[in-house]
């Protein structure tokens, strides 16, 4: 299940963008001892942003990029150049997607450290590395089949076990747990850690107060929205009410941070961007309560949310999305959720 992340929109901001996209495997300082590492990504969206942060006399490097050997020989050219001439001193992962945790026990193993991250996301990351707990394909084949879309159309698309596993092994079996509110001593500066939720079980954000720098992970990305969506785990969550609970806790940062996103550029403007993101999910769950005058499934409404059909790996993300929405909608008690005879959930508008 989910070996890849997806993301459901382009968003277009007023935001300011300091930096230019530097070279695949290349860096560039973005703040005082922070540096930008663009590393490319074989699917959508094409790369990922991994940042070095001085720490004294090494590095503290946040997220890894996925597992693969193209990212594996763009790291030692890295490692060759020696920027700082400072070694990797430790590890810190936002969320456990391929691209993000995906090098992690490489790096452990070459600089002899063990990654920080949170627990649910250490814990999430070995489970979807072996299909259990919930995370395995004969689950969502079943799961989406009971919101009613035809599991013929998620085996056309190429989705399959083991495509989480090709891009994390081998993931480190020890972690060094960090949790939300605590405060990060790198080089000498204190960054808060900001756990989020709705896209990935317990996200980890860095925050800089003195610097007014964020790395956001995928929590807050330029222009793409995030991707949030109900997995057959929990199949009852509201992921959207989880992830528009954690934009509040950035809207708390200081109106000029400069925000390190996982994907696309560097920008300043999060307050415009969060109120964005708000207003881009408000306009869809209006939306989605609109045609659910009739009872609906949630692949009966998948073109109309997003404006096309899928026939990619893009429909698993679609159709976790629209369920995310749907039981947003359910759990605020504006839609109904009923099971009919052919056992498929259909939600429709409450009079
Ligand atoms: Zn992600």
Not at 78 to 94: D, K, L, Q, S
Not at 110 to 123: G, N, S
Request: aromatic share 10%; with cysteine; charged share 20%.
């Amino acid at each position: 299940m989910a070996g890849k992340p997806a993301f459901s929109a382009v968003i277009p901001g007023k935001l300011e963008y300091p930096f230019e996209t530097p070279a695949a495997g290349s860096v560039q300082e973005v703040a005082s001892g922070v540096l930008w590492v663009h590393m490319p990504l074989p699917f959508a969206p094409d790369h990922v942003n991994l940042w070095l942060v001085a720490d004294g006399g090494a590095w503290t490097l946040v997220d890894c990029g996925l597992a693969s050997s193209k990212t594996r020989s763009l790291w030692e050219q890295i490692f060759a150049r020696n920027p700082g001439r400072r070694p990797i001193g430790r590890v810190i992962v936002t969320h456990y997607h391929p691209d993000h945790i995906g090098l992690a026990g490489w790096l452990a193993t070459k600089f002899e450290l063990v990654p920080w991250m949170t627990k649910a996301e250490f814990l999430t990351a070995h489970a979807a590395c072996h299909g259990v707990g919930g995370t395995g394909y004969a689950r969502l084949r079943e799961f989406f089949a009971s919101h009613g879309l035809d599991p013929s159309r998620l085996d056309a698309a190429g989705v399959q076990d083991g495509s989480y596993r090709r891009g994390v092994e081998p993931l480190p079996d020890t972690f060094h747990r960090i949790r939300h509110g605590d405060r990060i001593d790198i080089g000498g500066e204190p960054w808060r850690v900001i756990v989020g939720y709705g896209h990935a079980p317990e996200h980890a954000a860095l925050y800089s107060e003195r610097g007014r720098v964020l790395i956001s992970g995928d929590m807050l990305l330029p222009r793409i929205s995030t991707n949030v969506s109900v997995w057959p785990v929990e199949p009852d969550g509201d992921p959207l009410g989880d992830f528009l609970d954690s934009l509040n806790r950035f809207s708390e940062l200081a109106a000029d941070t400069l925000v390190l996103p996982s994907h696309g550029r560097p920008f300043r403007g999060l307050h415009a961007r969060i109120a964005e993101l708000k207003a881009h999910h408000q306009a869809r769950l209006d939306a989605l309560a609109q045609v659910c005058g009739q009872p609906r499934t949630a692949a009966e409404l998948l073109a109309g949310l997003f404006g096309r059909e899928f026939n990619d790996y893009q429909l698993l993300f679609a159709m976790g999305e629209a369920i995310a929405h749907l039981n947003h909608l359910w759990r605020k008690g504006m839609v109904r959720r009923a099971a009919g005879s052919d056992g498929t959930w259909r939600y429709v508008r409450v009079a």
